[in-house]
T-cell receptor
Framework: KNQVEQSPQSLIILEGKNCTLQ??????????LRWYKQDTGRGPVSLTI?????NTKSNGRYTATLDADTKQSSLHITASQLSDSASYIC??????????FGAGTTVTVRA | GAGVSQSPRYKVAKRGQDVALRCDPI?????LFWYQQALGQGPEFLTY????????KSGLPSDRFFAERPEGSVSTLKIQRTQQEDSAVYLC??????????????FGPGTRLTVL
């Protein structure tokens, strides 16, 4: 039923290291893909948004990629910081206002 | 206010009680959304308002759920005769324009509902 699948479910990394999160989707038609960061007890906050014609978009240490042909996206976090500990949610939008959310990847950054 | 606010932040209800959850969107935002987020899952769409008009309520899980936005600003999500399966975080989001898909949705912190 879920049209947006994320992996891994969770990961632990050391401060200063890089990591990459994956998102596969089957939502169709496709309008745009977003990555959100959700801190514990807070609402999701947008990191990037990409349309089908965009292959990559950066927001500081966050870089998202999109392959609309294979329906895959990734979020790369560079030089992780303790404040990066959060859930990262991949969200795909069809040609209307409804958003399809993945279950999220929980990232824990340890000193 | 600077962002979307929701109240209460936490609500504990006994099974069978009615609850009302409030959302204050960003001032001037036309579109308002309610989502339900179960533990460890992504949010699921419940309903969508454009100003005071409820244009889509297809995600409401049962007729015990009711949402309103009478003056096109503040919205209330009401759940009647709460059940344990209603336990979740209820998120509200607002968007400046008519929410054709590219518009940014700004989320509130959510209300965590626990039904005992």
């Amino acid at each position: 039923k879920n049209q947006v699948e994320q992996s891994p479910q969770s990961l632990i990394i050391l401060e200063g290291k890089n990591c990459t999160l994956q998102c596969n989707y089957t939502v169709s038609p496709f309008s745009n893909l977003r990555w959100y960061k959700q801190d514990t007890g807070r609402g999701p906050v947008s990191l990037t948004i990409m349309t089908f014609s965009e292959n990559t978009k950066s927001n500081g240490r966050y870089t998202a990629t999109l392959d609309a042909d294979t329906k895959q996206s990734s979020l790369h976090i560079t030089a992780s910081q303790l404040s990066d500990s959060a859930s990262y949610i991949c969200v795909v939008s069809a040609a209307d206002y409804k958003l399809s959310f993945g279950a999220g990847t929980t990232v824990t950054v340890r000193a | 206010g600077a962002g979307v606010s929701q109240s209460p932040r936490y609500k504990v209800a006994k099974r069978g009680q009615d609850v009302a959850l409030r959302c204050d969107p960003i001032s001037g935002h036309v579109s308002l959304f309610w989502y339900q987020q179960a533990l460890g899952q992504g949010p699921e769409f419940l309903t969508y308002f454009q100003n005071e008009a409820q244009l889509d309520k297809s995600g409401l899980p049962s007729d015990r759920f009711f949402a309103e936005r009478p003056e096109g600003s503040v919205s209330t999500l009401k759940i009647q005769r709460t059940q344990q399966e209603d336990s979740a975080v209820y998120l509200c989001a607002s968007s400046l324009g008519l929410s054709y898909s590219y518009n940014e949705q700004f989320f509130g912190p959510g209300t965590r509902l626990t039904v005992l």
